[in-house]
């Protein structure tokens, strides 16, 4: 998830200055400088880059644009089969050639503090946004296409799947330490609707990324409200799984063994409860969790606008603290 | 869920005579009249009454409305133990009588049809829009008093759950013939709060009701996002538990065994695909669920406002045709 972002009052600056979010987010130097604001006040053990998973969509022509307080629009959805065979795989350097130069200059100020982590939507994910052309809708039209045309829905989640190995092989020449994949939508399918059209085509990204053996740099699958398919997403060959908070770490772990890594799964809206109350949820996970290797703590989902940057300093604080004896063994 | 709603132009029709929306639930001849929409125009095999889950904070006055095409809000919602210990339980005659009074004239009106259903929400569901005063949050009020002051949590909840076990008997007494409680809020907690928070006081309404043996009624339980929790949930010594789409009904099943009956699993999106898609999709579900007893076939979740009424009837008949065969082992 993003580390920067509306609750730090030195983002909500950059981000005036920037005038809109898709600006921040192409301009090298503010994506950069919103990427440190977090490394910069927090303890943290990483940096993400501060970008938008719908930058690939964006840059295959369909208008996107972000109203204030009303998330993402695109001018010109993909609806039908001609739609999806007009669609080209944009070029990583030439059309998105921003991240690249944000992921350089981000390496460059980082200067070995913290790795920086690279990302990209699931393609099942940003199709959402494709065919529905915004977000908070039911998925209707998206579902939808699923059933009634399944062969235009492959080969529109494939085109997009090759477009993210594209986009993420370059990532990770400009210097990505790690890669994540985001499926914020795929917890809404049905499980074989999952499997068939979200899981298999994060695992053709996942497998096109390890062609290049002596390239290799960890990915994370992430899947909001994925927790029942945690075995399925660990079977792609990706080295970590994000969780939300739906499962228990333990349990998540007792399943995947050792195959994975796992990533969270703090509630974002318990960081609207009181320090202690954030301490006693974060040992909890840390228990939950357990002795050994493979734990990145982490919010199970995105922060929001409205938490106090005291409190996420709580947070990171108490896993520093109380993590401490769980490294010892 | 309910059966009737926007999507059908008699209710349209009916809740422009009523003016707003709780007039219209609280008034037993419109109530029934809207009930009784569905069962004449599709082969449907129970109603449920057509009122809401808010019912009961209402009746506790803290002033419930809903502002058109914004969900409900609350003038005075709960926010404090002060708040907590004002509340009194709602006399299910004298403060709800309307409920009783649209039970009892739809049943006159079904005249045996087919049974008739009432339902009540979750105590969770009900304190998140108390607490909150709305719904579309992510319930950081609500989750953050489970947290800070579990003991005030545990007070509010335990009264709901007494004041639903007199509103469901009283249900019941008005010719309820299956009683459904409703936690739509119960998935997004983790596991440890779902048990505490949610399952727990459902558990209480299940116990409660049961005391009486010769009034005994089948109890539905319903948590949306839920899936994970299934065996914990037929532990209550409910009847039926509803299923959402997020997990196949042949693996519940096979999970709960013969103690439950499973009412489920369609992703009512899916009513925007075409007839034949709805018709592929209601015998995956029949198959995955197989032979045997114990399936009631239903949407996972509500019916939204722009449904075509012929692709519900599309489901309906689907159901009735295709299920034949498992009828007959």
Known sequence: MRQAGRYLPEYRATRARAGDFMTLCSTPDLACEVTLQPIDRYALDAAIIFSDILTIPHAMGLGLSFAEGEGPRFAKPVRNRADIDALGIPDPLDDLGYVMAALKVTRRELNGRVPLIGFAGSPWTLATYMIEGRGGTDLRTAKALLVEDTHAAHKLLSLLADATVQYLR??????????????????????????????????????????????????????????????????????????????????????????????????????????????????????????????????????????????????????????????QN
Chains 1, 2 share one sequence.
Not at 238 to 243: H, K, P, R, V
Not at 278 to 297: C, M, S, W
């Open 170 to 327: 370059a990532q990770r020449a400009a210097g990505a330490q790690a890669l994540m994949i985001f499926d914020t939508w795929g917890g809404v399918l049905t499980p074989a609707m999952y499997r068939e059209f979200s899981l298999r085509h994060m695992a053709s990204i996942v497998a096109g990324l390890k062609e290049d053996a002596e390239q290799d740099v960890p990915i994370i699958l992430f899947t909001k409200g994925g927790a029942s398919w945690l075995e399925d997403m660990a079977a792609t060959g990706c080295a970590g799984l994000g969780l939300d908070w739906s499962a228990d770490i333990g349990n998540a772990r007792a399943r995947v063994g050792e195959q994975v890594a796992l990533q969270g799964n703090f509630d974002p809206a318990l960081l609207y409860a009181s320090p202690d109350s954030i301490r006693t949820e974060v040992g909890r996970i840390l228990a939950d969790y357990g002795n050994g290797p493979g734990h990145v703590f982490n919010l199970g989902h995105g922060i929001t606008p409205g938490v106090d940057p005291a409190h996420a300093g709580v947070l990171i604080d108490a896993v520093h603290e109380l993590s401490l004896p769980y490294h």
